[in-house]
């Protein structure tokens, strides 16, 4: 088993790839290339709603300090 980077590069080439073949030539879109557009898509929501979740927090402790 490889490291978590080893598999986040073949993601981003497996994504750069997919948008290459969807602009030019649709036939060469293969399985992988899906797979890897979904993942992106649910990373990049699980991101944003962690940091949303933290960014909350952070912006309420920061007005009860000043209240205080």
């Given at each position: ?42 990373i ?25």
């Open positions: 088993m490889k490291n978590v980077g080893y598999y986040l590069n073949e993601l981003k080439k497996w994504v750069i790839e997919g948008w290459i073949f969807l602009f030019e030539d649709t036939q060469k879109i293969k399985a992988h290339h899906l797979v890897a557009f979904l993942l992106t898509i649910i990049i929501y699980l991101l944003s709603y962690i940091v949303t979740k933290i960014f909350k927090t952070v912006i309420k402790l920061c007005i009860m300090i000043a209240i205080v």
